[in-house]
């Protein structure tokens, strides 16, 4: 399985953000809390996530979360149309995030990545 993504993505409301950067850790959104673990998606998956669930709702963040910090909390799902999506049976942690800023999208329409430095 080296062939997956080292990176996944979450998408967060203004709320989850703050409490992500005030306490350190985030729970999970009702959607993550009622199935028992936090949904994330892979670059590639992103926007039609964003677009699938998130349509209509402004003020949403993106957070880059490194995979490499997580064991057997972290499982590769099948879900929408078969794929494998990353599942995280755990708070995420700040520490895990590398990268995150308000969502952005560019000209295409496609979710514009965090980026460090």
């Known amino acids: 399985m080296s062939d997956l993504p080292t990176t996944a993505y979450k998408v967060l409301t203004?709320?989850?953000?703050?409490?992500?950067?005030?306490?350190?850790?985030?729970?999970?959104?009702?959607v993550d809390l009622a199935d028992g673990y936090i949904h994330m998606s892979t670059a590639a998956q992103l926007t039609e996530t964003v677009d699938k669930h998130f349509a209509g709702q402004s003020d949403l963040h993106v957070a880059a979360v490194d995979l490499g910090s997580f064991g057997g909390s972290l499982k590769w799902e099948?879900?929408?149309?078969?794929?494998?999506?990353?599942?995280?049976?755990?708070?995420?942690?700040?520490?895990?995030?590398?990268?995150?800023?308000?969502?952005?999208?560019?000209?295409?329409?496609?979710?514009?990545l965090p980026v460090t430095g």
């Open 14 to 30: 203004a709320e989850q953000m703050a409490t992500l950067e005030r306490e350190g850790s985030f729970a999970g959104a009702p």
């Open 78 to 112: 099948e879900s929408r149309g078969g794929q494998l999506f990353p599942h995280l049976y755990e708070p995420l942690l700040l520490e895990t995030v590398i990268a995150y800023s308000p969502l952005r999208r560019d000209a295409d329409g496609t979710v514009r």
